[in-house]
């Protein structure tokens, strides 16, 4: 995609501190990082949601993203590391070409996810397991 900063650093138009490249994917450094060594995962293939990345090339994003991930954990203070991806705007995604992050973790390096933990209301639970689950049934290799 011609406008998009992804592809172009796929393209090498915008430099990038590549990790790793093979057909599929393409892992570089994050020019603003949570903590130093946090790293960008991304299909050389533009898709703007992860719904629609192919399995093969979703499941190559996946397995290199925690290889960084351990190797980082190695090599730097970390202890740990997440991995998070961002679909859509609402969920923080702001580079509009699919990415998974990885992001090496120490248990003093002072970043929290400010995850909250709601309650479900009564029977709630079993409701939106239902109607996700049947939606789901049929559509996983559509
Ligand atoms: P998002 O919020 O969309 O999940 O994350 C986009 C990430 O891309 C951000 O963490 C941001 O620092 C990173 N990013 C944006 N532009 C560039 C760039 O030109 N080069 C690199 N290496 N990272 C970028
Ligand atoms: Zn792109």
Redesign the pocket.
Known sequence: MSDC?FCK?IAGE?P??KLYEDELIYA?????PINFGHA?VIPKEHHQSASTIPEETAGRMFHVASRIGILLKRMEEFDAYNLHL?DGTAA????MHA?L?VIPRGAEDGFRWNWRQLTYPEGKMAEIASEISAKLAGKIRD
């Open positions: 900063i650093i915008i990038s501190a570089f450094l994050d020019i603003s960008l961002a923080g995604q702001v580079v990415h992050h």
